[in-house]
């Protein structure tokens, strides 16, 4: 079975996020398994291209409004990911530095789908399953049914997965002209409230989608920022299927970005010495337990709430505890992160930007990873926290409350249920109870490391919505 996943993010290519991860992930798991997994992906001025050799398999024309756009693309030559990479260059619009934030997006991700359709039909490539990764990609399914430019494509499996339903990529229908030709009587299905909604499109047209856990996929139902209804009239193909971690990149044993390696059987000395390097590099005390936050600062996050979250828990427990966040984004909890860290410079610290080593290091010295998050679809980082040995502390919604339960139920970590500071304080006072039991301790961070969150299930699970 030939798949191609079509993705914004894959690591190490280009990542921002948990996106990034899946598929960097999922297709060399599917490739073990016996499928033929490949990526596809826009062109990005980033070091892996300049790292590694590839060769042009396609050098074409699209056309996009008025304007004639080049589409070449490039294919890694070695293999070295697991999987075939393609890299989709349109110049003028797919050959940038960054993978979001650009004021002309939408047309950005339209070109990418055009551009590939393109390729594919134009070289006569059909593949079994077309695997679309949130809403960037999520207009290929109408695409391929109803523009005649890709007839040879049509009947192609779609299947779309819901990283994030909270992004939608709602757009003017003014924006319709920089698509490629259809039938203007099939506009309905892009349309979600007078808008074109590629999440909604991918909704409506695919044979089958997912969200990223069993969790997350119950929440669409009621919360998805407008398309609940929407949900409820495709309900018949909705599954959910949660996120497994990669193995191998995600291995204390093994891990190159970390200065100490453990195993399960190492894992109180190896933490030790993991964490005492990263306590004096920021100045902390090691003796100290520490509570760690790496992610974006998003609301979807709970970003927000870290600033009275750090405070209150120092100021409560008379500074018994260490905190360190690593993230960037929202400029006004920079602010108030940096003028806490002023204020309580032996407790806590911040390291303010996008540092994957750094990441690796914080989930193998911390004792506890702080997830306050409203809104998590599935969620990585609780799981590479398990396999790191520290214990998850999470809000009880989407993917967090179907991988961690609460110590208290026989489980691997710490929930809590309200988004607040009042909550997540409370949570990590019970966590510094736990922590001062020392078997106890032990005993929680043998369990995580000894989970099996790999891609195996989950990727079975997917080869069964292919056939779907
Ligand atoms: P999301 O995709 O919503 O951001 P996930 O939990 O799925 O959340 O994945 C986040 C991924 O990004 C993880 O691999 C995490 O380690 C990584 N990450 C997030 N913020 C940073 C950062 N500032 N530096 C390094 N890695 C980060
Ligand atoms: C999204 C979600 C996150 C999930 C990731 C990978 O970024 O916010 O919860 O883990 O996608 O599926």
Request: charged fraction near 25%; proline fraction near 4%; charge should be negative.
């Given at each position: 079975m030939k798949i191609f996943h079509l993705s914004m993010e894959c690591y190490p290519v280009a990542k921002v996020g948990g996106l990034a991860d899946v598929v960097g992930a999922l297709p060399k798991y599917q490739n073990q398994m016996g499928l033929d997994a490949s990526v596809i992906m826009p062109w990005y001025n980033k070091p892996f291209f300049y790292n590694h050799d590839f060769e042009v398999v396609f050098d074409g024309f699209i056309h996009q409004s008025f304007n004639m756009y080049q589409v070449q693309v490039f294919k890694e030559k070695s293999n070295v990911l697991g999987f075939d990479l393609y890299l989709v260059k349109i110049p003028?619009?797919?050959?940038?530095?960054?993978v979001y934030g650009y004021w002309d997006e939408s047309q950005q991700f339209i070109a990418f789908q055009h551009g590939v359709l393109h390729w594919l039909s134009a070289m006569q490539i059909r593949p079994d399953?077309?695997?679309?990764?949130?809403?960037?990609?999520?207009l290929v399914p109408f695409m391929i049914d109803n523009c005649y430019e890709f007839s040879y494509l049509k009947g192609v499996k779609t299947i779309g997965t819901i990283?994030?339903?909270?992004?939608?990529?709602s757009m003017d229908w003014?924006?319709?002209?920089?698509?490629?030709?259809?039938?203007?009587?099939?506009?309905g299905i892009l349309d979600w409230n007078g808008r074109i909604n590629p999440m909604a499109a991918m909704i409506k047209s695919c044979n089958a989608f997912n969200a990223v856990s069993g969790g997350y996929l119950q929440e669409l139902f009621y919360s998805f920022q407008g398309l609940e209804p929407l949900m409820d009239q495709e309900r018949q193909k909705a599954f959910g299927i949660i996120n497994g971690i990669d193995m191998e990149v995600w291995d204390p044993e093994k891990?190159?970005?970390?200065k100490f390696n453990y195993n399960k059987d190492y894992a109180e000395e190896g933490k030790w010495e993991n964490k005492r390097v990263i306590c004096a590099e920021y100045g902390l005390n090691p003796n100290l337990p520490l509570f760690g936050f790496i992610g974006r600062f998003a609301g979807e996050k709970g970003a927000d709430l870290l600033p009275e979250i750090v405070e209150r828990s120092i100021q409560e427990t008379n500074g018994a505890l260490n905190i360190i966040v690593l993230g960037s984004g929202n400029q006004d909890i920079e602010n108030k992160l940096k003028e806490l860290q002023y204020k309580f410079n032996v407790n806590f610290a911040i390291d303010l930007g996008y540092k994957e080593y750094l990441s690796h290091q914080i989930y193998a010295s911390a004792d506890f990873l702080l997830m306050p998050s409203?809104?998590?679809?599935?969620?990585l980082n609780q799981m590479y926290s398990m396999r790191y040995g520290t214990v998850p502390i999470v809000r009880y919604t989407g993917g967090l409350r179907d991988t961690v339960q609460d110590i208290s139920s026989g489980g691997s970590g710490l929930n809590f249920t309200n988004a607040g500071a009042e909550d997540a304080v409370h949570a990590i006072k019970r966590a510094l109870h736990i922590y001062s039991q020392k078997n106890l301790m032990k005993g929680l961070i043998y369990n995580n490391m000894s989970f099996d969150f790999s891609w195996e299930k989950s990727a079975k699970n997917y080869e069964n919505l292919y056939n779907y």
């Open positions: 003028g619009l797919l050959d940038r530095e960054s399953v077309f695997h679309c990764h949130d809403y960037h990609t999520g990283h994030n339903g909270e992004y939608q990529g003014k924006m319709s002209s920089f698509l490629p030709h259809f039938d203007g009587w099939k506009s891990d190159e970005m970390l409203r809104v998590e679809p599935c969620g």
